[in-house]
């Protein structure tokens, strides 16, 4: 394993969004607000706060402009934390600008039925759309992540063909976007195929900065992470507690866990920078506030103490 990839590594904390999405207790401001400031000062480089959506379909994310807009005040704003946001359409990046985010994330669905359910557009025509808010974005100096979901299967249509994924990436690039994450909505990756994509897709631009999102839904979570970032990955998305899941997808389970990754890392000798105990309490508070376990770890039995 090429150990040398472990020191430029980037967490990307996606609980508040991917997280949350899925619980149906609802959780008020002030405790999203605490959970915030608490990944920012755990280290967490990047944080992301919510997303732009129509809170009928996902009422958990109601107040993302209000969260932003409080994180933009000069007296709570972060030295060096990345406040992100994950953005479904133009109306989304209206709000985001409008609210100051600094990092716009969006993707599409590798999985037509996937892309439908998720979307209700095909997976060519969720791109074109993507790549112009991205293109649009871009233009007006913000930065931008786009993403490839279903990237390693599906739970409706199963495998999914790598040359697919391969070739939405190569339109992403054509565009002019560096920033791309392959994710793994249905948690259906494995080391291998990790290799061959992550592989593949750095070979085909120096430039290019890859992220990765894995679901824990098989256990392969954590080693996924540790092969991506064996072959090139910088920015690993990840949940407090383990929280997450896409609501249009047929099995919704966890992301992989933050304080889980971050014990793992440590253990290696990475990232000592990052408080883990913090990560600890937030996920003991989180799993007390919907009074039920999470699926991380380390938050129940406690670190290794090097």
Known sequence: MNFENFNNIKIHDVGMRDGLQMESESVDIETKIEWIEELIKSGIDIVQVGSFVH????????DTDDLFQHFNQQENKPQKTILSALVLNEKGIERGIKCGVALFCM???ASETHSMKNTGM???????RIINMA??????????QVSVQSAFGCGFEGDIPEEKVIGIVKEYLNAGIRNISLADTAGHGNPAKVHRLY???RNMDKDIEMACHFHNTYAMGIANCLVAIEEGVRYIETAFGGLGGCPFTKLATGNVCTEDFVHTLQNMGFRQDIDLDRLIKIAIHASGFFVKDLPGFVYKSGAIKR
């Open 55 to 62: 809170t009928g379909k996902v009422p958990q994310m109601a």
């Open 107 to 109: 993707g599409i669905s």
């Open 122 to 128: 095909s997976t060519s025509e969720a791109q074109v």
């Open 135 to 144: 293109k649009e974005l871009m233009s007006a100096d913000k930065r931008v």
């Open 199 to 201: 592989s593949a897709i």
